[in-house]
């Protein structure tokens, strides 16, 4: 059972259009949500994180909107950038404890 | 390097055998976290230490699998008798301090180490 779910295994877009990245979960529980970005033969690295008590946070290009109801999450990046080609995975947890719950990750390719 | 290493980067061995893989957290880094990437997964927990604590061990999927850390600082998962199933990339994570009160201390992880059993 999967409690963190990418649904789209990889998404192409246009180099200066918008990205959106999508994730769902499905366990009431969780209340803190972050995004990684992964390069070949690299380690996930931290984007952006969301706290449940909001429904938006906002880095630079990259944008992470929270649906608690919906439960999902989906984060933003615009202008995007060759240089944003990755496998971006989100990931769950519960404020205070140490395991998060990774999704199977999306691949971005951005299009020069 | 400042950042967590892992070794070796790559892995290639026969089924049965045993296999050890280190990883060199950030220096100072109290928490230190095990994950296993199989084939079109996600990453999935196996084993995280918070300095002289206990570890907790629960994502460890069989008792094959086992994991220390030395003096709070380097650490190897070993896997005993490896089976084609355990082929993943295995990825070492550190934080500074582990769980705080107000949210999820960012990981910091390794290159990974690719496993391939034969």
């Known amino acids: 059972d999967q409690q963190v779910k990418q649904n789209s295994p990889s998404l192409s877009v246009q180099e200066g259009r918008i990205s959106i990245l999508n994730c769902d979960y499905t366990n009431s529980m969780f209340d803190y949500f972050l995004w990684y970005k992964k390069y070949p033969a690299e380690g996930p690295t931290f984007l952006i994180s969301?706290?449940?008590?909001?429904d938006k946070n906002e880095d630079g290009r990259f944008t992470v909107f929270l649906n608690k109801s919906a439960k999902h999450l989906s984060l933003h990046i615009v202008p995007s950038q060759p240089g944003d080609s990755a496998v971006y995975f989100c990931a769950a947890g519960v404020a205070g404890t140490y395991k998060y719950i990774f999704g199977t990750g999306t691949r971005l390719k951005v299009l020069a | 390097g400042a950042g967590v290493s892992q070794s070796p980067s790559n892995k290639v061995t026969e089924k049965g055998k045993d296999v050890e893989l280190r990883c060199d957290p950030i220096s100072g880094h109290t928490a230190l976290y095990w994950y296993r990437q199989s084939l079109g997964q996600g990453l999935e927990f196996l084993i995280y230490f918070q300095g002289n604590s206990a570890p907790d061990k629960s994502g460890l999927p069989s008792d094959r699998f086992s994991a220390e850390r030395t003096g709070g600082s380097v650490s190897t998962l070993t896997i005993q008798r490896t089976q084609q199933e355990d082929s993943a990339v295995y990825l070492c994570?550190?934080?500074?301090?582990?769980?705080?009160?107000?949210?999820?201390?960012?990981?910091?992880f390794g290159p990974g180490t690719r496993l391939l059993v034969l």
């Open positions: 969301i706290s449940s008590i909001k």
């Open positions: 994570a550190s934080s500074l301090l582990g769980p705080t009160s107000g949210g999820i201390e960012t990981q910091y």
